[in-house]
């Protein structure tokens, strides 16, 4: 009988063991990235290291105030989200935590990473001025702080201050410029408006599209994705306009990140580092771009030829943890300008 019982015990130590390891081969993941403009990435890497992805997606406020209700209880080991100022609200939260990694250090440039490991960007976005080419010449644009110039009063649409994109925008501004200048850029800007803001970033070029405004301000990647619409109506609304690069003899264009995060409380800790090198890496930056048209992160890879075709720019290389520490007073300021 005894035996038997230290038979059994052994049986059953052995089958939790193998239990755990088949548990671990695994990564919980929180997307704010739509299932579509991730999931084959993450089917690529599951068949090449044979770790199972289980997906969550939703909005990005929504899964934020998901994990900090879930506490240590969360089972997510990685989020995925966008804007450089929802990842610092992230680490604010005490919901994520650092990595070390050369992978990562060496394919993320120091620009697009929380300095301490919180956060590394995987792609890469411009929020440009997109011009009507039948109503403004490019050589009437110059860069953001133009923008509150009185000779685009009625002219211009842009999202409402509520949108993290235009938070960070203005934090960029406050970084370089200071809380009273980018202060005083808002009220003119607010001024300059053809609409109080409303919609989306597709909805301002749309609007600008239909004779609303002559400049929109957007993220690159809506227009892509624009571009290439199959609904006719979106598609002839963004061939009526242009990009136009602003910042090019300073500072340069506003680019922010979608980015990835370890959880504080990750169960599969190193799975969920070995996914966030894989999405780093070369092959995967290049198809990411082509497909959701925004630029790789890590330096060399090859843009997708709509965006070559949308030429080159000189970038703001301000690290882009710099707008989650402005956000704040972003949100002031722009309150105190009646951006809406």
């Known amino acids: 009988m005894a035996f038997k019982s230290a038979v059994s015990t052994a ?38 290291t044979g770790i199972t992805i289980n997906l969550v997606t939703g909005d990005a406020d929504a899964l934020l105030q998901r994990l900090q209700s879930e506490g240590r209880n969360s089972p997510a080991d990685l989020l995925i989200t966008t804007d450089a100022g929802r990842l610092h ?12 990694s050369d992978a990562l250090l060496q394919g993320v440039p120091a620009a697009y990473r929380e300095p301490n490991g919180h956060w590394y960007g995987l792609s890469l976005r411009a929020r440009p001025i997109f ?5 403004v010449s490019p050589t009437e644009l110059s860069s953001y702080e133009d923008l509150a110039d009185p000779k685009w009063a009625g002219r211009i649409c842009i999202r409402s201050s509520g949108n ?7 934090a960029s501004m406050i970084a370089h410029s200071g809380e009273q200048k980018s202060e005083q850029w808002a009220a003119g800007l607010v ?22 405004c002559d400049i929109a301000v957007a993220n690159t990647y809506y227009y892509g994705g624009m571009l290439n619409s199959n609904d006719e109506a979106e598609h002839q609304a963004a061939a009526k306009v242009a990009i136009f690069w ?10 922010n990140v979608s980015g990835a995060a370890l959880t504080a409380h990750a169960r599969n800790r190193d799975n969920a580092v070995k996914l966030m090198e894989f999405l780093v890496q070369p092959e995967s930056q290049s198809w990411y771009a082509e497909v959701n048209y925004e630029y790789p ?4 890879v090859a843009w997708s030829d709509l965006l070559q075709q949308w030429g080159r ?8 943890s710099q707008l989650g520490k402005y956000n704040s007073q972003a949100v002031m300021i722009m309150d105190r300008a009646g951006w809406k």
């Open 89 to 100: 609200r992230a680490m604010e939260a005490g919901v994520t935590q650092a990595v070390t």
């Open 246 to 255: 602003p910042n090019q003899s300073d500072r340069g264009t506003h680019v």
């Open 313 to 320: 720019f000189k970038s703001d290389n301000l690290n882009l």
């Open 164 to 170: 993290i994109y235009n938070q960070s925008l203005v």
């Open 297 to 300: 992160v890590r330096d060399g």
């Open 11 to 48: 049986l059953v130590v052995a089958v939790l063991a193998s239990t755990t390891v088949l548990a671990s081969e695994e990564v919980n993941l929180y997307s704010a990235r739509k299932e579509e403009l991730i999931k084959p990435l993450l089917d690529r890497f599951s068949d090449q």
């Open 191 to 212: 001024k300059n408006l053809a609409r109080s803001p409303k919609g989306g970033d597709r909805d301002q070029i749309k609007a600008a599209a239909a004779g609303e």
């Open 131 to 135: 011009y009507v080419k039948e109503k």
